[in-house]
């Protein structure tokens, strides 16, 4: 069975501050993806970022960086230097290999940035 | 649009109603998904096709779900007998074969089921 679980569910920063969401996964799979999506509030999830188990590297995109630790179990996330657009739900998410791609959401995160 | 399509975006039914949900996939894409995401929570995978395939219906949560894709593009989800705890997101996604997990969603179907 697989699971994830992001234990923070509403977290408000201020405008500029760094948010960092943690992401604890469970797989007896061997192979498997981790991923985070964001939900702004139109709904639509729009895919962030994939990591695959054997790539343990941290990846950094603009102000979006990504911290995969297997000995922990954990792919957090953080965003420095927040802007009021980043307000939005983050779901980290896991996938088995050949498991059709099907995702295991977490609960997410809502992220509120104050201006 | 070039993006996942789905109608109705609202949908308000009667206890035990019939619903049917529309999905438009991005064309090309092969692999079309549906989720169910609740208030508050993540989404739950429901069914996966590849092409007019469903590979997997797992995840539907009684014989009162039934989704298809008789063409391998636009998919129907249908939800007979509407109760009270059918009330969620439905959320479609599509992607290409082989790339898993990055998939594009449309804004989903809201459910309410009075």
């Known amino acids: 069975a697989q699971k994830v679980t992001q234990a923070q569910t509403e977290i408000s920063v201020v405008e500029k501050e760094d948010v960092t969401l943690d992401c604890v996964y469970e797989?007896?799979?061997?192979?498997?993806?981790l991923f985070w999506y964001k939900q702004p509030p139109s709904g639509e999830l729009v895919f962030l970022i994939r990591?695959?188990?054997?790539?343990?590297q941290n990846e950094i995109s603009g102000r979006y960086s990504w911290n995969f630790q297997k000995s922990t179990s954990s792919f957090n996330f953080t965003i420095t230097a927040s802007q009021v657009v980043d307000s939005a739900v983050y779901f980290c998410?896991?996938?088995?290999?050949?498991?059709?791609?099907?995702?295991?959401f977490g609960k997410g995160n809502q992220v509120v940035v104050i201006p | 649009g070039a993006g996942v399509s789905q109608s109705p975006r609202y949908k308000v039914a009667k206890r035990g109603q019939d619903v049917a949900l529309r999905c438009d996939p991005i064309?090309?894409?092969?692999?079309l998904f549906w989720y169910q995401q609740a208030l508050g929570q993540g989404p739950e995978f429901l069914t996966y096709?590849?092409?007019?395939?469903?590979?997997?219906k797992s995840g539907l949560p009684s014989d009162r779900f039934f989704a298809e894709r008789p063409e391998g593009s636009v998919s129907t989800l249908k939800i007979q007998r509407t109760q009270q705890e059918d009330s969620a997101v439905y959320l479609c996604?599509?992607?290409?074969?082989?790339?898993?997990?990055?998939?594009?969603f449309g804004e989903g179907s809201r459910l309410t089921v009075l």
């Open positions: 996604a599509s992607s290409l074969v082989g790339i898993p997990g990055e998939l594009f």
């Open positions: 797989t007896r799979d061997t192979t498997y993806y």
């Open positions: 990591r695959n188990s054997f790539d343990e």
């Open positions: 998410a896991l996938s088995e290999a050949g498991g059709n791609n099907r995702l295991a």
């Open positions: 064309s090309g894409h092969v692999s």
């Open positions: 096709f590849q092409n007019e395939a469903q590979l997997d």
